[in-house]
C-alpha cells in the first residue's frame, strides 16, 4: 500500500453563542480547523484534523495547508502508510514545532492502520482499559449569573462534573465560581481552569478564596513559559493542580515531574498526534501522576481520536479527572455521518476498524471556507 496523496479541507464551524469558551486566553465563536484525508492506492482514506485556532494552538489553516501540502505531502507520497514511527519520524526532520498540524497526519496514519489491521484504534492500541470515558463539562467565563444558568443547564443534560473557566479577574473568578456552586448543588464536582491567566502572586492569593466552594483541582493557573511558577502554586496551596498548556511533549512531562509542579497531566491528541499522547502519559505513570484528557473543542475525528485513546491508556485517570470529550454540547454538527456515542457524563469508542467514523461530505461542503 502506498500514500498517493493528501487532501486538506479548511471548515470553520460555528459555536453555540450560548455556551461558547471565554477564558484566560480568550475566546472565540467559531472554530476553525483544517481536515485532513490521506488517499492510497487501495483505496483505503484516512482522517485527520488539525485544530487551527492561533490563540489556542498558535497555528492556522494556513500555515497547516501550507506545511503539508508543500512539505508533507510530497515527503510522503509514495510511502507505507501503515509505517507511521517512521513516517512521523521523517516528519519531524522535516518540520520543527507545529505540533497541531503534525497531528492531523498522525491521526489519519493511524486511522489507515486501524482499517488495514480490521480493528477498531483502542484495541489497536492494546484494548480496553474501561468500559466507557467519563467526561466532564467546561463552564464559560462569563459573568457569574450567565455561568451559574450554563452550570445549571449541563446538569439538566446529566453532567455531574464540571470545571469553571477562570483566570479573567480574580474578584470576577471567585464570584463565578461561587454562582456556579449555588447554582448546581453540593453534589456536582467542580474544579477550575484558568489557563495560564493568573500570576503566581494572584493564583496563591485567589485558590484559597475557593477552597469553601468544594473545588477539587485547579488547572493551568499560571503561565507555561516556567515550570517553577506552577510548582510555586503547587506549594503554596491546597488543591491539586493540573498541568495543561505547559505540557507538550515527553520532555515537558518530565521537566513537570521532577519539579513537583502538578499532581495530573491533561493530554492532548491535537498536540503532535496519538503516540506523543501516550509517551507523555508513560512518563507520567512512571512518575507516580495520573492523566486526564483535554479538549481544543475539536470536530468529530478529533473527538473520536480522543475517545480511543482515553479507551486504551491506563494512566488516564477519567474516573477521578473526566476527561474534556464534550465538542456536540457546543456545536450544531461534528461533521460525521454518525454521531459519536457521546452523552453528558460519558462518551463510548466507535465500534468499526480505525477511528471508525465518516465524515458528512454535504456538512464539510457547508462548512468549507475555499469554495470555488
Known amino acids: 500500500m502506498k500514500i498517493t496523496r493528501i487532501e486538506t479541507i479548511p471548515v470553520n464551524v460555528p459555536i453555540s453563542a450560548e455556551r461558547a469558551i471565554r477564558g484566560g486566553r480568550g475566546g472565540h465563536t467559531e472554530s476553525p480547523f483544517l481536515l485532513v484525508r490521506i488517499h492510497t492506492d487501495e483505496g483505503i482514506e484516512g482522517l485527520g484534523e488539525v485544530s487551527c485556532t492561533p490563540i489556542w494552538s498558535g497555528e492556522d489553516q494556513v500555515t497547516a495547508a501550507h506545511f503539508i501540502d508543500h512539505i508533507v505531502a510530497p515527503l510522503l507520497t509514495g510511502q507505507d502508510p501503515t509505517q507511521?514511527?517512521?513516517?512521523?519520524?521523517?516528519?519531524?526532520?522535516?518540520?520543527?514545532?507545529?505540533?497541531?498540524?503534525?497531528?492531523?497526519?498522525?491521526?489519519?496514519?493511524?486511522?489507515?492502520?486501524?482499517?488495514?489491521?480490521?480493528?477498531?484504534?483502542?484495541r489497536l492500541l492494546g484494548g480496553p482499559v474501561r468500559d466507557r470515558v467519563k467526561t466532564k463539562f467546561s463552564v464559560s467565563g462569563q459573568a457569574p449569573q450567565q455561568a451559574a444558568a450554563i452550570a445549571a443547564w449541563a446538569v439538566d443534560q446529566g453532567f455531574d462534573t464540571m470545571k469553571v473557566k477562570v483566570g479573567l479577574d480574580p474578584v470576577q473568578d471567585v464570584a463565578r465560581v461561587a454562582a456556579v456552586r449555588e447554582a448546581i448543588g453540593p453534589d456536582v464536582r467542580l474544579g477550575v481552569d484558568a489557563n495560564g491567566g493568573w500570576s503566581v502572586r494572584t493564583a496563591v492569593q485567589t485558590i484559597p478564596q475557593l477552597y469553601p466552594y468544594e473545588i477539587y483541582f485547579v488547572e493551568q493557573p499560571t503561565p507555561d513559559q516556567d515550570v517553577s511558577w506552577l510548582a510555586d502554586v503547587r506549594r503554596r496551596t491546597h488543591l491539586p493542580v493540573m498541568a495543561d498548556e505547559i505540557v507538550y511533549s515527553p520532555q515537558d512531562a518530565m521537566a513537570v515531574a521532577r519539579a513537583q509542579a502538578a499532581d495530573v497531566l491533561s493530554l492532548y491528541v491535537g498536540k503532535g498526534g496519538i503516540t506523543p499522547a501516550r509517551q507523555v502519559a508513560a512518563v507520567a505513570q512512571a512518575a507516580g501522576l495520573v492523566c486526564t484528557v483535554g479538549s481544543n473543542l475539536e470536530l468529530g475525528i478529533g473527538n473520536a481520536a480522543m475517545i480511543h485513546l482515553a479507551m486504551a491508556t491506563p494512566?488516564?485517570?477519567?474516573?477521578?479527572?473526566?476527561?474534556?470529550?464534550?465538542?456536540?454540547?457546543?456545536?450544531?454538527?461534528?461533521?460525521?455521518?454518525?454521531?459519536?456515542?457521546?452523552?453528558?457524563?460519558?462518551?463510548?469508542?466507535?465500534?468499526a476498524p480505525g477511528l471508525g467514523i465518516k465524515l458528512d461530505e454535504d456538512q464539510v461542503a457547508f462548512y468549507r471556507t475555499d469554495k470555488t
Open 315 to 351: 494512566a488516564i485517570d477519567a474516573e477521578t479527572f473526566p476527561c474534556d470529550i464534550l465538542s456536540p454540547f457546543f456545536y450544531d454538527t461534528d461533521l460525521l455521518q454518525d454521531p459519536l456515542p457521546i452523552r453528558a457524563g460519558e462518551a463510548r469508542p466507535p465500534t
Open 84 to 122: 507511521i514511527e517512521r513516517l512521523m519520524a521523517a516528519v519531524n526532520v522535516a518540520v520543527a514545532n507545529n505540533p497541531f498540524t503534525k497531528a492531523g497526519i498522525e491521526m489519519a496514519l493511524w486511522d489507515i492502520l486501524g482499517k488495514v489491521a480490521g480493528l477498531p484504534l483502542y
